[in-house]
């Protein structure tokens, strides 16, 4: 076993290391705390590519190297974690340790005049750590508890700035969503620890992923009549789907967007709620086992369900991305579409179809992220759209860098990485046998995201500025000049540079997965891979590649017809598309009242639970309780009266008879002699008397 | 080691402390302190050195003492600790001190109160580890009468009823296993643990309760049922489980917040010792006779307590139903490995893990429940006594270190991978789930809630905009810091590493594994 195999744990953990040494510092050391931050992920980044040029050229079976340890024992048996070395794991290392580490250069430029950005970069740190842990996990346990504490450092990080309530109830909101998905898959796991004996994914053919205990499970049926591996996939899909804000656990990450704009990059775009599609793609032989006897079936069941939500929330938050007026909600909408993409393409074409999309997509949704967190600095921490416009000129690396970043995402043909990654999706799921809609799904999504994207950018970048407006308008006008000193501005080179090496892979990215080269793919599956131009030409694909970029073109141009042509005046103006569909924009902007549905049935019932079991503890428990006091002190009484009134009365009522009885005797013997002799002469006359009659008779 | 009475050491010493402080004159409080402490001090010492000493590779009782004391009643006086045993009394050794340390905000009569707190310790270390029912009983009634006075005279405004009811319910389930132990005595004219569950095992025990209680006119197993039932209940009250537990919250919410520390962190793990000790090796028959009901308690203990915690606006309360919530999991998990028999070694597997998670759980939650309350004292401390829900409000601004460290301290109450709480409830699930998997997956609902209400009191107490009446809130002082530090710190590494608490423990589990077999 190599040295970095053997090593590979340092890759988490030198950004854990930062993270505590940070926690035990002092607020104001804030250059240590960033430079161990930026340091540490430095050394994790080279590893990173140590261990991704370790797994370069090697073949499916030498691929993947493991290394496991016993953790603890319980009873005989030893809990064993350990962490695994293949391409999937190298090409996520790669890329987290490499946006991660622009996001931390970059924060250091956005949070310069933060209180507690000490802190902030002790919370990064920690998530970097736990993120790569979940990366490395060899076992479904270890990745549990990455996958855990990066909930943790996400609700930390949105709830950032705690003194805004909206910030510290997003936190929550997003914590206690991920924590619906997370104890279903908490059932998944324990089911598969019970079903394998092990977590461990790959131990030499021992593994809960290998061939044996995949089979195992397959034949195993539970009363529901599902396969067992059926079962524990579905409920492990639901803990990727509160992670990955699939619909329909998706409501908490747009409100994520109350953290720091660096942290939305990297947690809530490129990294963390990747975790979910990463996940899915890791126990992807658990999704796709299936019974020898249905090996002819076009898919599993698994599959068939992570493919449907997937298409479904590309599409629903999409259209709902189309309504909304903050710059960084949109692009939340967008990444929660995207992640839908990304399991359309588990779904239906396998691992190296998502994960492609995955990377390139953390690559140009950072950009995107980071070029919004640009404008808001610069626009002095303005993120609503409508009181933007013009920036074109006066920020305009953001605004190049930015355009790289939206035509990506919006899959403009052959140049971006983001066209190559979707159309490997769309292709997919066209000859997906079981349904054709998935892939019209993918089209309409397509077609949305440039629509939606051209929609943000036109009214950002082009037309004029309408900060001052609005401003002035609140302000009176007096302000007027003031607020012309408030001119947005371009940000610092800090900020700026890791949006230009980003905007540079966002665009080169794509040619590592194109048909006529798949090398991303081959990687992935640890083959060779081929180069070979005429797959391009091969006619589906060509007829596909045209058709999806004529949908793209389609959703710019009427993006472009409906916002850039004439661009809003006043921030107060009419949405295009209000104007031309009002009820239809209202139903998207309030997000087709998901959020409101909630509050109406889970948190209300949530909420009467909590009524119930109070109430029933305070009133029946607690009254039988009061009823059995009641029932005591009734009995106590009782037996007291009886006491009292017929064992008490009746002894002294004797006792005053006795005594009366006695008193009255007593005062017969007063001892006067005339009284005895009184008596005896009336006894003696009494019993002459008495005896007389008796002789007579 | 072997020579040198240690058990008879540890429970002689906090009571022999507590005795020199009840002659100690009231104006003596710092000398009462220290003295109590320096005494709680050299138990922990003891402990410490009783764990170190101890074999984890053997399961039995160990640092046996047994004297034979009324023969003609079948009393012995026999102590000895196994593995549940020592991790009981390591607990209790350690959650003693911290109270104490907690314990600033009491005034009146101190030596009277160190006291009774050590008073406590002893009736405490008597109860885990004693074998012998009498002198068990013995200690299990002393420490009840430690905590009413201490309830009774250092409490809230509602202290009076809150500590008659604790006091009274928990006496009559006291009286039902006391009769329900005179009837097996009757039977078999033993009091020993030991020689019981030997005489259960064999089926003996059946016989003799047939043989010499006939005259009740019960089948046996009716009778046996009846005799479970007594014993029952006394454990019941004690833990608690739902239905019996409405004097807990009460109880909680008034005593005194280092006195709440005790009744939480050790006197519930009372019940649940219980369980284990006595109902399990002796009548697991009847518990198998009904399962379903006893696993539909758990199931309410866990979610309702849970459900009834979020509805609570007083942070004491709120806490209390939480910790009901969390030994819901270890009664799940009692009632789990007792459920089924036979000779599949996965069986044996699943149960060991169960068990290894009940024990585990127990030590967790005696440890962050206690802190838990003593950040709830702290706070009491600050706001001169105020304790609601809604009372703070965005202290995290002036006191970051206290809303980091009981930040912590909640997060491993909702069991955060990393800290404590989580392994014992993993272990929990890991087993309970194939054995019983409805019960296990409704008991997941309880993860959920636990996690709503615990996040809820964060964001009040410690997010949001400073509520202005605390700007002058005090941060942890140094001392403080020193008190928690430990706490939190043992928090991390049963987190990290749990092996050399489970390597104590497994010997123990595993032996408790084979007698459920069969």
């Not at chain 2, 993860?447 to 605390?470: D, E, M």
Request: aromatic share 12%.
């Amino acid at each position: 076993m190599s040295w970095i195999v053997h090593n590979l744990w340092l890759v988490p953990f030198l950004p854990l290391l930062a993270a505590g040494l940070t926690a035990l510092a002092k607020q104001r050391h804030r250059r240590f705390a960033a430079t161990l931050a930026i340091g540490s992920m430095t050394v994790s980044f080279l590893l990173a590519v140590g261990a991704f040029a370790h797994t370069l050229g090697r073949h499916e079976d030498e691929a993947r190297q493991v290394f496991n340890f016993p953790w603890f024992q319980f009873g005989t048996e030893w809990l064993k974690l350990g962490w695994v070395l293949d391409p999937l794991t190298a090409a996520m290392l790669v890329m987290v340790t490499f946006v991660g580490l622009l996001i931390f250069i970059y924060s250091v430029g956005y949070m310069a005049h933060d209180e507690n950005f000490t802190r902030f970069f002790c919370f990064l740190s920690l998530f970097a750590g736990a993120m790569l842990g979940v990366v490395i996990a060899n076992s479904l346990l270890l990745l549990f508890i990455c996958w855990e504490l990066v909930g943790l450092t996400s609700y930390l990080l949105i709830g950032f700035w705690y003194h805004k309530p909206s910030a510290a109830a997003a936190a929550k909101k997003a914590f206690i969503t991920t924590r619906l998905g997370d104890v279903a898959l908490l059932l998944g796991m324990v089911w598969l620890y019970s079903q394998t004996g092990t977590l461990l994914f790959y131990d030499n053919g021992a593994g809960c992923l290998e061939q044996s205990a995949l089979g195992a499970m397959v034949a195993q049926t539970t009363s529901l009549g599902l396969a067992a591996s059926t079962g524990i996939g579905l409920l492990i899909f639901a803990g990727a789907v509160g992670k990955s804000g699939q619909v329909p656990l998706h409501v908490w990450l747009p409100d994520a967007m109350e953290g720091p704009t660096p942290v939305s990059a990297l947690i809530h775009a490129a990294t963390m709620v990747a975790a979910g599609v990463f996940l899915v793609a890791r126990v992807y032989p658990l999704m796709a086992a299936r019974d020898i006897a249905d090996v002819l079936s076009p898919s599993t069941a698994a599959l068939q369900v992570v493919t449907w939500v997937g298409a479904i929330t590309a599409v629903f938050a999409a259209l709902i991305a189309v309504a909304q007026t903050d710059i960084k909600r949109i692009l939340a909408y967008s990444t929660v579409s995207q992640l839908g993409y990304m399991m359309l393409g588990l779904g239906v074409g396998g691992v190296a179809v998502g994960m492609f999309h995955l990377i390139t997509h953390a690559f140009f949704k950072a950009l995107l992220f980071m070029g919004a967190g640009s404008v808001i600095h610069g626009c002095h921490e303005e993120q609503d759209i409508r009181r933007m416009g013009g920036l074109r000129k006066l920020m305009p690396v953001t605004f190049a860098t930015y355009a790289v970043g939206m035509l990506a995402l919006a899959g403009f043909p052959l140049l971006f990485s983001g066209f190559w990654s979707k159309d490997e999706i769309l292709h997919a799921a066209h000859e997906w046998p079981v349904s054709c809609w998935p892939f019209y799904f993918g089209l309409f999504g397509a077609l949305l995201t440039a629509f939606y994207m051209t929609r943000q950018v036109a009214c950002v970048f082009f037309g004029n500025y309408r900060g001052h407006a609005a401003e002035g308008a609140a302000a009176g006008n007096h302000h007027a000049a003031k607020s012309r000193r408030h001119q947005p501005h371009e940000s610092p080179a800090v900020m700026t540079a890791p949006l230009a090496i980003l905007a540079a892979f966002a665009v080169v990215l794509g040619f590592l997965g194109t048909p006529a080269w798949p090398w991303f793919q081959s990687y992935l599956e640890g083959e060779a891979a081929m180069v070979d131009p005429d797959k391009l030409l091969a006619p589906g694909t060509l007829a596909l590649m045209l058709g999806s970029a004529l949908v793209v073109f389609a959703g710019l141009g009427l993006g472009w017809w409906l916002y850039g042509r004439r661009p809003m005046r006043h921030a107060d103006d009419a949405d295009g598309l209000e104007r031309l569909h009002p009820e239809i924009f209202a139903v998207l902007r309030d997000k087709f009242y998901v959020d409101e549905f909630y509050e109406a049935t889970v948190i209300r019932f949530n909420a009467g639970c909590a009524w119930l079991g109070d109430w029933l503890d305070r009133w029946i428990w607690g009254g039988a309780v009061l009823a059995c006091k009641f029932i005591t002190i009734g009995l106590s009484w009782l037996s007291r009266l009886f006491d009292e009134f017929v064992v008490n009365l009746g002894f002294d009522e004797g006792c005053r008879r006795i005594g009366n009885g006695a008193r009255f005797t007593s005062s017969l013997q007063d001892g006067q002699t005339q009284n005895y002799l009184r008596t005896l002469a009336l006894a003696l006359a009494a019993l002459l008397l008495l005896l007389t009659w008796g002789c007579k008779g | 080691m072997n020579d040198f009475p240690a058990i008879t050491g540890l429970t002689l010493l906090p009571l022999i402390g507590g005795g020199l402080l009840l002659g100690l004159g009231a104006d003596h409080k710092t000398l009462a302190r220290r003295l109590a402490l320096g005494v709680s001090a050299l138990a922990l010492a003891l402990a410490v050195t009783l764990a170190v000493n101890f074999n984890p590779s053997s399961g039995g009782l160990q640092f046996v003492q047994r004297l034979s004391w009324v023969p003609g009643l079948g009393v012995d006086y026999f102590v000895g600790v196994d593995g549940l045993g020592l991790l009981m009394v390591l607990l209790t050794a350690l959650v003693v001190p911290l109270a104490l340390l907690a314990s600033g905000r009491i005034t009146e009569r101190v030596p009277l109160y160190c006291a009774l707190v050590l008073l406590l310790q002893a009736g405490l270390f008597g109860t885990f580890t004693a074998q012998n029912f009498f002198h068990w009983f013995l200690f299990w009634e002393l420490s009840l009468v430690p905590a009413f006075f201490l309830i009774k005279l250092w409490g809230g405004p509602d202290r009076g009823p809150a500590a008659t009811q604790f006091f009274v319910y928990t006496m009559v389930g006291s009286v039902a296993m006391l009769l329900s132990f005179l009837a097996i005595f009757l039977a078999t004219g033993k009091f020993n643990f030991t020689d019981l569950a030997e005489l259960s095992q064999t089926g003996q025990l059946d016989a003799s309760l047939a043989a010499k209680l006939n005259w009740t006119s019960l089948s046996p197993a009716a009778l046996k049922l009846v005799i479970f039932g007594g014993v029952f209940l006394g454990l019941a009250v004690k833990v608690p489980v739902m239905p019996f537990h409405t004097w807990l919250p009460t109880a909680y919410a008034e005593a005194p917040s280092p006195v709440t520390m005790l009744l939480t962190g050790l006197m519930s793990k009372m019940g649940v010792y219980g369980f284990l000790r006595i109902l399990v090796p002796l009548f697991a028959a009847e518990m198998r006779a009904v399962i379903t009901p006893l696993l539909w308690l758990a199931v309410i203990t866990i979610v309702a307590s849970a459900a009834a915690a979020f509805a609570q606006r007083d942070l004491k309360r709120m806490l209390a139903y939480s910790s009901i919530n969390h030994l819901g999991y270890c009664l799940l998990g009692i009632f789990v490995a007792v459920k089924l028999t036979g000779a599949d070694p996965k069986l044996a597997v699943e149960k060991a893990a169960v068990l290894d998670g009940v024990l585990l759980q127990m030590f967790n939650h005696g440890l962050t429940a206690a802190t838990l309350f003593c950040f709830v004292g702290l706070l009491e401390q600050r706001s001169g006594g105020l304790r609601g829900l809604n009372d703070f409000g965005g202290v995290r601004k002036v006191a970051p270190v206290f809303a980091g460290l009981m930040g912590i301290s909640v997060f491993a109450s909702l069991g955060l991978p990393g800290l404590n709480g989580f392994i014992g409830e993993f272990l929990i699930f890991k087993g309970a789930f194939p054995l019983v998997t409805w019960a296990t997956a409704l008991a997941a609902l309880g993860l959920l809630i636990t996690a709503v209400f615990l996040l809820t009191l964060l964001q009040r107490v410690f997010q949001g905009p400073l509520n202005p009446k605390w700007s002058a809130f005090p941060d942890l002082t140094t001392a403080e810091r020193w008190i928690v530090a430990p706490a939190v710190a043992l928090m991390f590494l049963i987190g990290v590493y749990p092996q050399p608490v489970l390597h104590l423990l497994n010997a123990t589990v595993l032996q408790f594994v084979t007698k459920l077999m069969s």
